[in-house]
């Protein structure tokens, strides 16, 4: 019997800059369903960017995601009783759901402040190659490259 068929769905663009990566972003910060929630924090974010940093929110987002994806990950692989992990090249759609997932993370784990403000601060970070999200990217590309030996077992 064959499986049924994965229809990837059309993300609309958001409705303040039209971008659809930033629609995908606001999908990502949503809990239980509150979009317009979820919206008011990025927003919010954007415009912290902007007033209190005096930067383009859009270019910082670009260069955040950009700079936060990572190129290599380890994947493991069972061959003969024993798990290697294997380093792989990431998918481009695997590639931004991690970079949107660890930025998100990285400002949910700081404390003290309302989360559009941290979530300026942390895309402004990895705009400039810094923060969690980056030293999460620079692990994974430490691991793959500890492991390049088992490269061949790639698949």
């Not at 415009?47 to 910082?60: C, F, H, R, S």
Request: aromatic share 10%.
């Amino acid at each position: 019997m064959r499986r049924k068929r994965k229809f990837t769905r059309e993300i609309i663009p958001d409705t303040k800059y039209s971008n659809v990566a930033i629609a995908k972003f606001i999908n990502y910060v949503m809990r239980k369903g509150k979009k317009s929630t979820a919206q008011k924090v990025v927003y919010r974010a954007f415009d912290t960017i902007e007033k209190k940093y005096q930067q383009d929110p859009l270019v910082v987002f670009d260069s955040a995601m950009k700079n936060a994806s990572p190129q290599m990950e380890v994947r493991p692989r069972r061959i003969g009783g024993a798990t290697y992990q294997v380093p792989r090249e990431v998918r481009p759609g695997r590639k931004m759901a991690l970079t949107y997932r660890w930025i998100i993370a990285a400002a949910r784990s700081k404390k003290g402040k309302p989360m559009h403000e941290k979530l300026a601060e942390e895309l402004l970070a990895a705009s400039k190659n810094e923060g969690a999200a980056i030293k999460k990217r620079m692990d994974m590309h430490r691991m793959a490259e500890a492991n390049k030996a088992f490269a061949h077992f790639a698949w």
